[in-house]
Structures are given as C-alpha cells and as structure tokens.
C-alpha cells in the first residue's frame, strides 16, 4: 500500500488533485487510516494510470469516469476508438 503523499511523489501529481478526484468519485483510496490519510493499493493505481492516460489524450474527467466506470470497460478498445 502507498500513501497518497508516495503517490504523489511517484506520479507528479499533486495531493490535491488526488483529494478532488475522491471528491468528484474518479479515483478514491482503497483505505483509509484512522489519521483520514488515504492509502493506494494495485487497482486503484491502475486506475490512476488510466486516468493518466486518458488525459493525456486529453478527455474530460466526466468522460474518464464513465469509461472507467463501464462494466465492459477494455483499455485498448477504447484507446484503439480514440487513436
């Protein structure tokens, strides 16, 4: 598990935007300690680095929630409708 802070640190995104992509549903810690620090385990970085990659090409945080939120989500069909 990493901490938000080690995410940050890894990732170069700032603590908070990790704190409004929990606020708007996009991307919340998978625990949270009793001292309210949020803590990243592997799917939820996954789901970072998609994140990552979808603004990248520049999508909207709305859009990147629906397609992340799909049941049928499939990162390279939808990079492959994009490309």
Do not use: H, W
């Not at 990493?2 to 704190?19: C, G, I, N, Q």
């Not at 789901?47 to 990248?56: A, G, T, V």
């Not at 992340?68 to 499939?74: A, P």
């Amino acid at each position: 598990m990493k901490t938000v802070r080690e995410v940050s640190r890894l990732t170069d995104v700032s603590v908070r935007t990790f704190d409004y992509y929990d606020e708007i549903g996009l991307l919340c810690p998978d625990r949270v300690t009793e001292a309210v620090y949020g803590l990243y385990v592997t799917r939820a970085l996954e789901r970072l680095q998609n994140i990552l990659l979808f603004r990248e090409l520049e999508f909207s945080l709305k859009d990147i929630r629906e397609i992340l939120d799909r049941s049928d989500f499939d990162r390279q069909k939808a990079l492959d409708q994009q490309i």
